[in-house]
């Protein structure tokens, strides 16, 4: 069972222990989906579902349609010991995204509005389950610094190559990278804008939000 007691590499091991009794529970579930989205398209998918394992682990399961079916990605927490939460979503190649509990709680208060954590992850991950890691430099022996384009902004952080776990500890929206054109944006055209910046337009947008962001913190 997580405890905070354990190493992030201890507590990806421990998710991994409960694979089979998930996917067991996937399938369980697939059935009702399908048939909540014949009912009604709009409402089944994108879906996501709380879980509980029989190890006592807690999961967020984040379902998706896709032309080849419903696709799931699972992501599990736990307290931190310390008020926070620990959040690590599991890819099907296996590497680890680690949301840094620092920026769940700041995506709550400035995004959701909301002082509770969890309630602000599952926000988090709901808008927020597809990613894409670009490797930016080596910082240090086999720790990257990354940028992950999610669907609703970018991540910035680390990737430690010796456990295969990137670690997000910051997020800027989409709308504070297009200030601008927060009125007319919707996720799929902010992506568009994003992904057809040159790299030096990207990471100008990315230290100005960052900065406004800092600017920000500092008045509070």
Not at 16 to 24: G, Q, R, T
Not at 105 to 126: C, N
Not at 139 to 161: E, H, K, N, Y
Request: charged residues 20%; aromatic residues 10%.
């Amino acid at each position: 069972m997580l405890t905070p007691a354990l190493s992030l590499p201890e507590l990806v091991a421990d998710a991994h222990k409960d694979h089979k009794a998930l996917w067991s529970s996937v399938n369980n579930l697939l059935p009702r989906l399908r048939r909540m989205q014949h009912r009604d398209g709009a409402y089944a998918i994108p879906h996501m579902e709380p879980w509980c394992s029989p190890r006592g682990n807690n999961w967020l399961l984040h379902f998706s349609n896709h032309a080849a079916g419903p696709a799931m990605l699972p992501l599990v927490w736990c307290p931190d010991g310390k008020g926070g939460l620990i959040a690590l979503l599991i890819t099907p190649t296996g590497t680890t995204y680690h949301l840094d509990g620092g920026m769940i709680q700041h995506y709550g208060v400035q995004v959701e509005g909301t002082a509770d954590l969890l309630e602000a992850l599952q926000s988090f991950f709901f808008e927020n389950h597809a990613y894409t890691t670009e490797t930016l430099h080596e910082s240090s022996p086999g720790i990257w610094d990354v940028r992950v384009t999610m669907d609703q902004g970018i991540g910035l952080g680390a990737w430690d190559r010796n456990t295969d776990i990137i670690h997000v500890r910051s997020y800027v929206s989409y709308a504070q990278l297009f200030p601008e054109q927060r009125e007319q944006f919707d996720a799929f055209s902010a992506r568009n804008a994003w992904d057809e910046l040159t790299l030096g337009q990207q990471a100008e947008r990315l230290d100005r939000a960052l900065r406004k962001e800092e600017t920000k913190l500092r008045v509070a």
